[in-house]
């Protein structure tokens, strides 16, 4: 573990695990979270014999909380210093909710052999905000409540998410896990209130439609059907018409948190891509 510090003088926070000979998996976390919430993951690939890299993204978990500079193009500025940092050559980037708009936005500007394939799971591209050019996105007024709550209602916001539609806690016959739920909040409190407010912006409002069409290296897209964050038929549906060198996969009845709630099925899928 350790600190790179940026240009502009941000620390950011990393986990560098396994054979430094490896092959890298690089993982992306989603808002508000830090990179353990890649623990499942990590463990499993770094007993495959990779070498795991996770990064608290600037204003998150460990890093600075930074007040200047929570939008894309610097959270891929920053992606671009900790493969420089730690000479990251063919490596495969794994990106969930916002950290998939974090992986599609750094691969279309990552230097030549530093990235071999992509991964998004559950991911906010191509763009989630309602508009004339994206009918089917999320209103605006969705993402101006969850600004709200984050500013002033941070605590009670982030065990409520959670517990209800992130894991799918909140369907029938559910097995609700209070230690995941907990563990949600621990990693959101940890992170800057205001890094996470601006944020919303960042993962509602960010066009990724010209990064994927971009990227010229074979990326899988991983989705559960029932995610109730980011709805797949505005994400997933459309991303993969828009990438060269893409394949889908649609998991039926899967939340959006699903790295998490069903390590078994999403670790193996993630394992034999990797190794195709």
Known sequence: MGTIKTKDGTEIFYKDWGPKDAQPIVFHHGWPLSADDWDNQMMFFLLQGYRVVAHDRRGHGRSSQTDTGNEMDTYAADVIELADHLDLKGAVHVGHSTGGGEVAHYVARAKPGRVAKAVLIGAVPPVMVKS?????????????????????????????????????????????????????????????????????????????????KKIDVPVFIMHGEDDQIVPIADSALIGIKLLKHGTLKTYPGLPHGMCTTHPDTVNPDLLAFIKG
């Open 132 to 212: 004339e050019k994206n009918p089917g996105g999320l209103p605006l007024e969705v993402f101006d409540g969850f600004r709200q709550q984050t500013a002033f209602n941070r605590a009670q916001f982030y065990i409520d998410v959670p517990s209800g539609p992130f894991y799918g806690f909140n369907r029938p016959g559910a097995k609700v896990d209070q230690g995941v739920i907990y563990n949600w909040w621990r990693q959101g409190m940890m992170g800057s209130v205001k890094a996470h407010y601006d944020c919303v912006k960042a993962f509602s409002e960010t066009d990724f439609t010209e990064d994927l």
